[in-house]
C-alpha cells in the first residue's frame, strides 16, 4: 500500500495496557498529524508535527504520547487510556502545514 | 481557535438531483478550505479545496463556492450517483485544520 499506511489497523486493550499506533506516510512530506474520529462528532486534531517538531498539542491528555523520529514516521503510544479514548485514530500528512492533507486508513482501537 | 459548523447532518437525494452542503467558519484568518469524502470503513479523501482568493472552484460535478465576507463556504454535487453516498466533511484553518461534524448523503436510485 502507498500513500498513508497504518498498523495496526484494529487494537483492542485492557485500560491498564500499553500499545503502540504507528503511522508512516511513502509520499516525502514533511508535516504529520494524528486525529481521533468519534461517533458523530467532527475529526479531532491531537498532534501536528512539522520538519519532526511538535507544532500543536491540542490539549490532549497525557495517556497520549507522540512520537516523530523522523518525517516519515510518527507514533502515538497509548497507556491507561479509558473507555471514552475508543475511537478510530486517523494519521495524516502534508507537504508543508498549508497544503492539502492525505490520511491513512486509521487505527479502529476498543478500551475494555 | 477555529469554530466550523456544517448542515445538514443527513442528506437524501433522488439519483440524479443536485446536493448542497453548507458550513460557516468563525475565524478570519483561516485561508484553506477542503472537502472530504469518507465512505463506510475507509479513509477520509478529499475531493476538491478552495483557498481565500478564490470564490468558486468547479471539477467536474463538484463545485465549491466560499463567500470571505459571510465566513461560509459549500460544496455543490450536480448528477447525483449511487456512488456519491458517504459521509462529507468540511474544513477550515491554516496548518491547522477544524472539521465540520460531517454529512451523511444518501444517494436513492
Known amino acids: 500500500e502507498t500513500g498513508v499506511t497504518q498498523t495496526p489497523r484494529h487494537l483492542v486493550m485492557g485500560m491498564t495496557n500499553k500499545k503502540s499506533l504507528k503511522c508512516e506516510q511513502h509520499l516525502g512530506h514533511n508535516a504529520m498529524y494524528w486525529y481521533k474520529q468519534s461517533a458523530k462528532k467532527p475529526l479531532e486534531l491531537m498532534f501536528v508535527?512539522?520538519?519532526?517538531?511538535?507544532?500543536e498539542n491540542n490539549s490532549v491528555p497525557s495517556r497520549f504520547s507522540p512520537e516523530c523520529p523522523n518525517s516519515s514516521h510518527l507514533f502515538l503510544h497509548l497507556h491507561t487510556l479509558q473507555p471514552e479514548d475508543s475511537a478510530l485514530y486517523l494519521c495524516a500528512s502534508s507537504q508543508g502545514g498549508r497544503e492539502t492533507q492525505y490520511f491513512g486508513p486509521g487505527t479502529r482501537l476498543l478500551v475494555l | 481557535g477555529e469554530n466550523v459548523e456544517q448542515h445538514p447532518s443527513t442528506l437524501s437525494v433522488q439519483e440524479g438531483d443536485s446536493a448542497v452542503i453548507k458550513c460557516t467558519y468563525s475565524d478570519s484568518a483561516s485561508n484553506y478550505f477542503p472537502w472530504y469524502k469518507q465512505e463506510l470503513g475507509k479513509r477520509p479523501q478529499l475531493i476538491i479545496d478552495i483557498r481565500s482568493n478564490v470564490g468558486e472552484k468547479k471539477d467536474q460535478r463538484i463545485a465549491v463556492t466560499l463567500n470571505k465576507t459571510a465566513k461560509h463556504f459549500s460544496l455543490h454535487i450536480t448528477e447525483t450517483q449511487p456512488e456519491d453516498s458517504a459521509v462529507y466533511f468540511c474544513?477550515?484553518?491554516?496548518?491547522?485544520?477544524?472539521f465540520g461534524a460531517g454529512t451523511t448523503v444518501t444517494v436513492r436510485a
Open positions: 508535527y512539522n520538519f519532526k517538531e511538535q507544532t
Open positions: 474544513a477550515a484553518g491554516d496548518y491547522k485544520l477544524s
